[in-house]
């Protein structure tokens, strides 16, 4: 079975500073991992996906994610928060190999950038 | 371009009526699914299907059918509705059936059951 964990239900950051939202997976074998963002009545949008290769991957609106193997951890990073980043942030995973096409999300993070 | 369109927005049934959520895409995507949302519990994918006359079960399929009779539309019918399926309903696709191409959500269909 596979499954993601995203510790901090909610993470507060003051506008400006750098912003990381957590999480941890497991999976039998090698991993697809994604970082998805809902704003309030609105569907999940794709921000960035770690394949294979290079542990740092950048995705849209600067985002960025470091994939650390031994730790299991796929967190999400931005340098300079803006309050328009608020919102929830959900990372989900896949097992890469054959079988069932499931895409297992976290519970999601609240990210809220104060002013 | 549409991209993911569900319809609809919103809908409140009684216990044991049933009722069919629409999606569809413009996209000419082979991958479809559905999932629902509910509070600290993330996303849990319920049907999904990798092209046209092929569906399988996801995580949570008990009370749900669907079927894909063309590439763009997947909807997803609730043959007797329960309480237990009040929740946030979204459709996504993909364009390709790869499992590390990402998925692109219509806006979902909030659903109360009464």
């Known amino acids: 079975a596979q499954s993601v964990a995203q510790p901090e239900d909610q993470v507060n950051v003051a506008e400006g500073n750098p912003l990381t939202v957590k999480c941890t997976y497991s999976?039998?074998?090698?991993?697809?991992l994604f970082w998805y963002v809902q704003y309030p009545n609105r569907g999940l949008q794709f921000l960035l996906k770690?394949?294979?290769?290079?542990?740092l991957v950048k995705g849209s609106y600067g985002f960025e994610a470091e994939f650390n193997k031994s730790q299991t951890s796929f967190h999400l990073k931005k340098p300079s928060a803006l309050v328009s980043d608020s919102a929830l942030y959900f990372c989900?995973?896949?097992?890469?190999?054959?079988?069932?096409?499931?895409?297992?999300f976290g519970k999601g993070t609240k990210l809220s950038v104060i002013p | 371009n549409a991209g993911v369109t569900q319809t609809p927005k919103f809908q409140v049934l009684k216990t044991g009526q049933s009722m069919t959520l629409q999606c569809a895409q413009d996209?000419?995507?082979?991958?479809m699914s559905w999932y629902r949302q509910d509070p600290g519990m993330g996303l849990r994918l319920i049907h999904y299907?990798?092209?046209?006359?092929?569906?399988d079960q996801g995580e949570v399929p008990n009370g749900y059918n669907v079927s894909r009779s063309t590439t763009e539309d997947f909807p997803l019918r609730l043959l007797s509705a329960a309480p237990s399926q009040t929740s946030v309903y979204f459709c996504?696709?993909?364009?390709?059936?790869?499992?590390?191409?990402?998925?692109?959500f219509g806006n979902g269909t909030r659903l109360t059951v009464t």
């Open positions: 989900a995973v896949r097992y890469s190999g054959a079988g069932s096409y499931q895409l297992t």
């Open positions: 999976v039998s074998g090698n991993p697809y």
């Open positions: 996209m000419n995507h082979e991958y």
């Open positions: 770690y394949i294979t290769g290079d542990n």
């Open positions: 299907s990798v092209g046209a006359g092929i569906t």
């Open positions: 996504a696709s993909s364009y390709s059936t790869t499992r590390n191409s990402p998925l692109h």
